[in-house]
Nanobody, 123 residues
Framework: QVQLVESGGGLVQAGGSLRLSCTAS????????MGWFRQAPGKEREFVAA????????AYADSVKGRFTISRNNAKNTVYLQMNSLKPEDTAVYYC????????????????WGQGTQVTVSS
């Protein structure tokens, strides 16, 4: 069992930046693939980014590629999502998630989820 807690959300203006963090508890954190997903009101949860346990493999949704960067610090049991050039359409609750296994981008394959952190981008 892995427990995840997101932080770092907030209100920013379009074009601004924000850094999300997700801290995990669990003895096998370093072996987990970590992902970020987001969900806007009235919309389905969508994939944002994911990173392998080693950090050597990363994946991004086309909508955030070139703007967002996912990284992890296993010593701190933390995964980050650096979000630059934010757009109003990035507004959503952002969730971190984890799974044991290779990097994937599909939400059903992630077994543990955080509570989410709100990101609001004003125009």
């Amino acid at each position: 069992q892995v427990q995840l807690v997101e932080s770092g959300g907030g209100l920013v203006q379009a074009g601004g930046s924000l850094r999300l963090s997700c801290t995990a508890s669990g003895r096998t954190f370093s072996s987990y693939t970590m992902g970020w997903f987001r969900q806007a009101p009235g919309k389905e949860r969508e994939f944002v980014a994911a990173i392998s346990w080693s950090g050597g493999s990363r994946a991004y949704a086309d909508s955030v590629k070139g703007r967002f960067t996912i990284s992890r610090n296993n010593a701190k049991n933390t995964v980050y999502l650096q979000m630059n050039s934010l757009k109003p359409e990035d507004t959503a609750v952002y969730y971190c998630a984890s799974r044991q296994g290779r990097l994937v981008s599909t939400a059903p394959d992630f077994g543990s989820w955080g509570q989410g952190t709100q990101v609001t981008v004003s125009s």
